[in-house]
């Protein structure tokens, strides 16, 4: 077993080596934590960018393309999570038209945050290309949607992150086919789908196989977490994960079942610091003897 260790010890080693980092880009998950209120959504962005967030994101469904009758008339299965007497209807409280969608990509950018959005099917595609963000973000529920990643791909001119929750290897595959030829646009995300999630099932040694499976001018990869805390972001940073993506509200308490997996803006705001700390602290010595180490030195060290 210790040699297996040592193995694995000198393989990361040598990985990290050729590992260059850039300042982490924190995306504040607001997705529908606004409770289907405008300005919810407008409080969530302020203080998404008072602590520290790049990025504000929400999402975009259209619950009649995206659930079949059965689905859209079924009942809420949490009772006390739900705004509407059935899913459909809670899905259609939950959502903002795109004049909303055009209000809020404006405020992020006059606070200087920028916007981004999920979409979760064919038509809220097209309305989110239209708002040509930085990105557009492919949901792990979503990513087997082959139309939905060509028409990302063919339409739209920036980057689209996708996450891997709850997929197989071959569905991953099928991402990584269908941008064949655009890679550069591509930014996989490592997630587990669970809300919230443990840590025995994390799993962050997947942005490694990630980072490792790229191709020559590849993109960066992501980190989606929905665990408690902040300590796995660090982690996944210092892995290799160039986008932190966290849920984000303003009180953990409120209805909804996004927000026990959420940060706060104190938690954010902590997060933001130390990844920025991490950011500065991670690099090799650039020479034997540091300069601050001089005094300390001639102090301290034993002499022959």
Same mark, same amino acid.
Request: proline share 2%.
């Given at each position: 077993?210790?040699t297996?260790?040592?193995?694995?010890?000198?393989?990361?080693?040598?990985?990290?080596?050729?590992?260059?980092?850039?300042?982490?880009?924190?995306?504040?998950?607001?997705?529908?934590?606004?409770?289907g209120?405008?300005?919810?959504?407008?409080?969530?962005?302020?203080?998404?960018?008072?602590?520290?967030?790049?990025?504000?994101?929400?999402?975009k469904?259209?619950?009649?393309?995206?659930?079949?009758?059965?689905?859209?008339?079924?009942?809420?299965?949490?009772?006390?999570?739900?705004?509407?007497?059935?899913?459909?209807?809670?899905?259609?409280?939950?959502?903002?038209?795109?004049?909303?969608?055009?209000?809020l990509?404006?405020?992020?950018?006059?606070?200087?945050?920028?916007?981004?959005?999920?979409?979760?099917?064919?038509?809220?595609?097209h !309305?989110?290309?239209?708002?040509?963000?930085?990105?557009?973000?492919?949901?792990?529920?979503?990513?087997?949607?082959?139309?939905?990643?060509?028409?990302?791909?063919d339409s739209?001119?920036?980057?689209?992150?996708?996450?891997?929750?709850?997929?197989?290897?071959?569905?991953?595959?099928?991402?990584?086919?269908?941008?064949?030829?655009?890679?550069?646009?591509?930014?996989?995300?490592?997630?587990?789908?669970?809300?919230?999630?443990?840590?025995?099932?994390?799993?962050?040694?997947?942005?490694?196989?990630?980072?490792?499976?790229?191709?020559?001018?590849?993109?960066?990869?992501?980190?989606?977490?929905?665990?408690?805390?902040?300590?796995? !972001?660090?982690? @996944?940073?210092?892995?290799? @994960?160039?986008?932190?993506?966290?849920?984000?509200?303003?009180?953990?308490?409120?209805?909804?079942?996004?927000?026990?997996?959420?940060?706060?803006?104190?938690?954010?705001?902590?997060?933001v610091?130390?990844?920025?700390?991490t950011?500065?602290?991670?690099?090799?010595?650039?020479?034997?003897?540091?300069?601050?180490?001089?005094?300390?030195?001639?102090?301290?060290?034993?002499k022959?």
């Open positions: 077993m210790a297996i260790l040592f193995g694995f010890h000198n393989m990361v080693l040598m990985s990290f080596e050729n590992l260059r980092y850039d300042r982490a880009k924190v995306v504040a998950e607001i997705g529908c934590n606004h409770q209120d405008f300005d919810k959504a407008l409080e969530l962005i302020r203080l998404a960018q008072q602590s520290g967030a790049d990025y504000a994101k929400f999402q469904r259209d619950p009649r393309t995206l659930l079949t009758e059965e689905q859209y008339n079924t009942p809420h299965r949490v009772s006390y999570h739900a705004f509407g007497e059935t899913y459909g209807a809670h899905r259609e409280f939950l959502e903002f038209d795109m004049e909303q969608h055009k209000e990509k404006a405020y992020c950018e006059n606070l200087d945050i920028a916007y981004a959005c999920s979409v979760w099917d064919i038509p809220s595609a !309305d989110i290309i239209a708002l040509n963000p930085e990105y557009i973000k492919v949901p792990s529920a979503c990513n087997n949607h082959i139309e939905l990643l060509k028409l990302l791909r739209f001119a920036g980057d689209v992150h996708i996450s891997l929750g709850m997929s197989s290897r071959e569905e991953e595959s099928s991402i990584e086919e269908v941008f064949e030829g655009h890679r550069d646009r591509l930014v996989l995300y490592a997630c587990t789908s669970a809300y919230p999630v443990d840590f025995d099932n994390v799993c962050l040694l997947e942005i490694r196989r990630l980072l490792d499976n790229r191709t020559s001018g590849e993109q960066s990869v992501g980190f989606s977490g929905h665990h408690l805390g902040i300590a796995i !972001d660090i982690a @996944a940073y210092t892995l290799g @994960a160039s986008w932190i993506e966290r849920h984000f509200t303003k009180d953990r308490t409120w209805k909804g079942t996004d927000h026990a997996a959420s940060l706060e803006p104190a938690g954010l705001g902590k997060l610091r130390d990844l920025s700390v950011y500065r602290s991670l690099s090799f010595k650039s020479s034997d003897l540091l300069e601050i180490e001089k005094e300390q030195r001639e102090k301290l060290k034993h022959n």
